[in-house]
């Protein structure tokens, strides 16, 4: 079965690594993905993690996971990445999440910030 985010490769060869150790993440998309699968497995434990420590929504956890399930994601579409190479500290990524919700195909259209904190890619937010 392919990666969920994907890249054509199997969850074990791709997003798993990044699920079982966020340190083995080295680029913001990579982060980015390994999200997008967190969604699509209700992993709040690595939303949570893979979130920057200044803006992590750990009082949202249950409802993020909730609301996670009761959607079914279709898939997604990394469109622009700006930096966020293994040597960066910062980068940002463009993309698509589509979810099919209450029967009707939605989109989460965002342009992502990534930092790194402690050495290694979080998510931060919307980037401006």
Not at 7 to 21: F, G, I, L, V
Not at 45 to 66: C, F, N
Not at 81 to 89: A, E, I, M, W
Request: hydrophobic share 30%.
């Amino acid at each position: 079965m392919n990666c969920p985010c994907g890249t054509q490769k199997t969850y074990s060869e791709c997003c798993e690594p990044a699920h079982k150790n966020i340190s083995s993440v080295t680029t913001a998309e990579q982060l980015m993905r390994s999200r997008y699968t967190a969604f699509v497995m209700a992993n709040g434990d690595y939303l949570m993690e893979s979130h920057h420590s200044s803006t992590r929504p750990t009082s949202e956890k249950d409802a993020i996971v909730s609301w996670a399930k009761s959607v079914s994601w279709i898939r997604l579409e990394a469109l622009e990445t700006t930096k966020g190479g293994p040597s960066d500290t910062e980068g940002t990524v463009s993309f698509n999440a589509l979810f099919l919700e209450n029967g009707e195909v939605d989109v989460i259209r965002e342009k992502s910030a990534f930092v790194k904190e402690n050495g290694h890619w979080t998510y931060v937010g919307y980037a401006t």
